[in-house]
């Protein structure tokens, strides 16, 4: 009984003495706004073609090499700051006459967290901005392919009379992370 009774008093006595040796300490933390994007992969061109059918009376072929790519992004925003859309349009050259360049943008795929934004299906590029995906918060995708937005370049031969085979063309396409 008495080995019980030393024993309550010693825990009470270390009980007693850790709640009074209870610090505190204030700490701050700041995040800047944060917009980052990236392509992948970033080192190969988008190749799209017009090729020969199969079959006289056949519609032409379209081909494309690396026609596929992943849009990547982090993004950190401010409590007061409005959400962020990615744009896409055609920053130089011109789509040859009879056909339309299209770009899809699948449903998000990856290992990211957060706001990851809303994408349209398909868009007809020009030179004008267009929004693939809106809505976009605090949020990263993940790096690297198979991670983000996949994109798909498309052809879409909509009058044959005015395809012209000396009418090739180089375009430049941006691609703009930006506050709406």
Same mark, same amino acid.
């Given at each position: ?54 079959? #006289? ?22 409590? #007061? ?100």
């Amino acid at each position: 009984m008495i080995k019980k009774i030393i024993y309550i008093i010693v825990l009470n006595s270390f009980l007693g003495y850790s709640q009074k040796n209870v610090e505190s300490k204030n700490a701050s933390f700041k995040l800047k706004e944060i917009a980052l994007l990236s392509i992948e992969p970033n080192n190969s061109t988008v190749m799209l073609n017009l090729g020969s059918p199969d079959f #006289s009376g056949d519609k032409v072929k379209t081909t494309s090499v690396n026609n596929e790519k992943w849009i990547n992004f982090t993004s950190a925003i401010s409590n #007061s700051s409005s959400k962020r859309n990615l744009l896409v349009k055609i920053e130089d050259g011109n789509i040859p006459n009879g056909i339309e360049l299209k770009l899809k943008t699948d449903n998000y795929t990856g290992n990211g967290k957060g706001q990851l934004g809303v994408k349209t299906n398909i868009v007809s590029l020009n030179k004008s901005s267009q929004t693939i995906i809106s809505d976009i918060g605090g949020a990263y995708t993940g790096s690297g392919t198979n991670n983000g937005y996949k994109i798909t370049y498309l052809l879409d031969i909509y009058d044959y009379k005015l395809l012209n085979r000396n009418n090739s063309q180089v375009l430049t396409i941006s691609l703009t992370l930006t506050d709406f």
